[in-house]
Structure formats: structure tokens, C-alpha cells
Antibody, heavy 120, light 108 residues
Framework: QVQLVQSGAEVKKPGASVKVSCKAS????????ISWVRQAPGQGLEWMGW????????NYAQKLQGRVTMTTDTSTSTAYMELRSLRSDDTAVYYCAREIEGPPYYFDYWGQGTLVTVSS | DIQMTQSPSSLSASVGDRVTITCRAS??????LNWYQQKPGKAPKLLIYAASSLQSGVPSRFSGSGSGTDFTLTISSLQPEDFATYYC??????????FGQGTKLEIK
């Protein structure tokens, strides 16, 4: 069965960086993309960007350009999301999601989420 | 960016009720509209993709319709496990996916 298992919760200081991992299993990793979505406490869902596990192509949300980097390691079927220069409003649960590369495009499996807390 | 607006933001209903949630896009998105259900402390779950296609394993009481700018998610007969928050998401603009603000469905 398809599973996306994310790394554990993180507490970071403002200005620091965080790297969240997402290990995939139960499917051919390179046949799908991975999107990252975050959710601030009590708020809605915000798409952060996408990476192709096939060739590493990326597409980042404009507001995060320059602060976010998404990568994959096909040898371990793991996707990574690094966010730099953290601010308090980056405090959120971060999700990875498998993306069906259509059209249509949609997220059919999600990781369990990783809470990142940014606090001095 | 394409803005997605859901209505209502919250809704109280009873078990057995028929419920409809609407989602409006700021421009035409053809049928590139997905619906997700999220329960507290859990990841979102895909219900409907491409406006009206039911994801495998999702009960048939869930249905979606619409195209262009106006879409609906309908639950034909609410079950206790359906009380959750629902989000629409457009995948027309692959440069920037956007979600609606969510509709919280509560027990009356």
C-alpha cells in the first residue's frame, strides 16, 4: 500500500533552516511527483511547490522563491523540503503529498504531517 | 493567482441531511477542481478529482459537479464520520495551485 512517512517535529529559532523528509513506499517513486503543502495553526492549506521524482524539475510558489528548496533521493525514495530564513509565520504543519501528473492533477496520498515551530 | 472562494465557511447539519458546499474560482478552471476532507489532527484526504470523479474507496454519498468557475460538493446523506473540514483546490494553474479557505461541517 502507498505510504508517505514524514520526519518528526522540529523546533527552530528565527533565521534558522529546517529540512523535512518524506519517505515513500508502495509505489514506483519516480513515476509521480511530490507536492508540499503547509497549514498554519487553525488556518487553511497552502501549496508550497512541487518536484518531479522522475527528473528533479521543481516549481515553487512565488512567495517562497529563494527560501525553499525541494529535492529527492531516488535511491531511498525520499523527498526533502528545506525552508531557510525561518520566521514565526512559518510555524505550521508541513505535508508532503503524492501528485498525480495529469492532467488532471491532484494529490491522492498524503504524509502524516510534520509540525515545525519557529520560536525564539 | 487564481482565487478560490468556498461557501459557506461553516455549516451545521444533522445525520441524514443532504449537504452542499460550493466553490467558486476567480477565473475559469475548466474541470480542474479537487475536493479534500480533513479531520482534526489528520492529513487531508482526497474525495473528488477533476470536479466529478470519485476517488477509489470514497463512499458514493459524496459527489461533485461543475465546470468553469462554479463547483459543488454534495453529501447525499450525512454520516457521523463526515463531520470535518472540506477544501476545494484548483489544479488548472500548475504554476500555483490554490485552495479554498475551507468549510467546517459541524453537527447540529
Amino acid at each position: 500500500q502507498v505510504q508517505l512517512v514524514q520526519s518528526g517535529a522540529e523546533v527552530k529559532k528565527p533565521g534558522a533552516s529546517v529540512k523535512v523528509s518524506c519517505k515513500a513506499s508502495g509505489y514506483t517513486f519516480t513515476s509521480y511527483g511530490i507536492s508540499w503543502v503547509r497549514q498554519a495553526p487553525g488556518q487553511g492549506l497552502e501549496w508550497m511547490g512541487w518536484i518531479s521524482a522522475y527528473n528533479g524539475n521543481t516549481n515553487y510558489a512565488q512567495k517562497l522563491q529563494g527560501r525553499v528548496t525541494m529535492t529527492t533521493d531516488t535511491s531511498t525514495s525520499t523527498a526533502y523540503m528545506e525552508l531557510r530564513s525561518l520566521r514565526s509565520d512559518d510555524t505550521a504543519v508541513y505535508y508532503c503529498a503524492r501528485e498525480i501528473e495529469g492532467p488532471p492533477y491532484y494529490f491522492d496520498y498524503w504524509g502524516q504531517g510534520t509540525l515545525v515551530t519557529v520560536s525564539s | 493567482d487564481i482565487q478560490m472562494t468556498q461557501s459557506p465557511s461553516s455549516l451545521s447539519a444533522s445525520v441524514g441531511d443532504r449537504v452542499t458546499i460550493t466553490c467558486r474560482a476567480s477565473q475559469s478552471i475548466s474541470s480542474y477542481l479537487n475536493w479534500y476532507q480533513q479531520k482534526p489532527g489528520k492529513a487531508p484526504k482526497l474525495l473528488i478529482y477533476a470536479a466529478s470523479s470519485l476517488q477509489s474507496g470514497v463512499p458514493s454519498r459524496f459527489s461533485g459537479s461543475g465546470s468553469g468557475t462554479d463547483f459543488t460538493l454534495t453529501i447525499s446523506s450525512l454520516q457521523p464520520e463526515d463531520f470535518a473540514t472540506y477544501y476545494c483546490q484548483q489544479s488548472y494553474s500548475t504554476a500555483m495551485y490554490t485552495f479554498g479557505q475551507g468549510t467546517k461541517l459541524e453537527i447540529k
